[in-house]
Nanobody
């Protein structure tokens, strides 16, 4: 099982980017899927998460600017990021909780770099 994140890049402040994260491999189901971000020297922090039922939660710093969505048929989540700020610059990681039929386990994607210039 793996997660493949994509969509990062360089954008000017005020611009937008859309990240994608697709799950592949053999598994029974996926529960919560999430986006985290990390800046060198700092802890990884939650950006947004979405449950299998579509319930969402956002970090205070991203509310109103970022939108997480999910396509269960494609086992993919998206993060639409608008009104980007230089403070949003980070490596963005997707994560998910997979069920293999007997137990749950977390998986992380490889990360995609988002750079917001002022």
């Amino acid at each position: 099982v793996q997660l493949q994140a994509s969509g990062g890049g360089l954008v000017q402040a005020g611009g937008s980017l859309r990240l994608s994260c697709a799950a592949s491999g053999t598994f029974f189901s996926i529960n919560t899927m999430s986006w985290y971000r990390q800046v060198p020297g700092k802890q990884r922090e939650l950006v947004a998460l979405i449950t299998s039922g579509g319930t969402t939660n956002y970090a205070d710093s991203t509310k109103g600017r970022f939108t997480i969505s999910r396509d269960n048929a494609k086992n993919t989540i998206y993060l639409q990021m608008n009104s980007l700020k230089p403070g949003d610059t980070a490596v963005y990681y997707c994560g998910a909780d997979f069920f293999d039929g007997s137990s749950w386990y977390p998986v992380w994607g490889q990360g995609t770099l988002v750079t917001v210039s002022s």
